[in-house]
């Protein structure tokens, strides 16, 4: 098992032999071709998209948690996921797609506590220039330069939404069960 | 009547029932995981695949053949090193 190309058959070949999948994973981060791919891969099986959603200061306090847990395997690069945000999520361009709003404040915060993190394994210059590069990053997808609130959408479709700050992780599960009942009986 | 009934089991015998996918996407540490755990409890048959974890996992194997990344260091510095080198890593990956 080598590319995500073949670990997306893995899926396919699972669900043909009965199993249910489901697959934790964090799709078109680098690359939109990669959520295309994934739908290609699954084509005939049944599939329930679901878009995880944490809000971005949430997403930084679960950060933080994580990275002062005192586990390794359970550290992660806050850069990394402040990028996967604008991957993930666009400005919502009208109220009917917008999922959240974003205010300036918010990304200054969070950059904030991104520069006081990177800076225990950082040089001064290498923090500020990846502050620097998040913040036009941030900037660019949310138009934040010019207004201090904005809507943010989801870059892609899905069939449902959870918010894991507004409902626990058996909550969600529960949505989802429900939502998946629901399709597989349309 | 005989032909009939042959056909039926014949036709039970070849059909395998075909299972879903629930597709987990977001960011790290939004909750996937947890949520994938919960699932797995409530939904009979089913299995969690991360598919990350395993493409790391082989991208981890590789930099670690090509002497990429020690292999004392931690998942994450692992992962962290690997960033940089990712070029050459996937290279390697997809021969």
Known sequence: ?186 | MKIQIIFICLFACSVQPTGFVILLNGTSSAGKSSIAVCLQQKISASIVVSLDELFWSNMIRIAEQLEVVDLDMSYEQKYMVIQNHKKQVYQELKK
């Not at chain 1, 084509?43 to 679960?62: A, K, N």
């Open chain 1, 1 to 186: 098992m080598k590319t995500k190309q073949e670990l997306h058959q893995l899926v396919k070949d699972l669900a043909l032999q009965g199993k249910n999948v489901i697959v934790d994973t964090t799709l078109g981060i680098f690359d939109h071709d990669e959520v295309f791919d994934f739908w290609l891969a699954m084509d005939g099986i049944f599939v329930l998209s679901v878009l995880v959603y944490c809000p971005f200061t949430e997403l930084l306090e679960h950060i933080i948690c994580r990275n002062y847990s005192g586990q390794h395997d359970q550290e992660r690069n806050i850069k990394n996921i402040l990028s996967q945000f604008c991957s993930l999520y666009i400005l919502a361009r009208s109220s009917n797609c917008m999922i959240d709003t974003l205010t300036k404040q918010e990304v200054v915060d969070g950059l904030q506590i991104a520069r006081q993190e990177l800076s225990l394994t950082k040089s001064e210059d290498a923090v500020e220039q990846t502050i620097s590069k998040l913040a036009k990053k941030y900037e660019h997808a949310f138009s934040l330069s010019t207004h201090d609130r904005v809507g943010i959408a989801s870059q892609y479709c899905y069939d449902l939404l959870v918010n894991t700050a507004q409902y626990n992780a058996d909550e969600c599960a529960k949505q989802i069960v429900r939502a998946c009942v629901k399709k597989i009986t349309k």
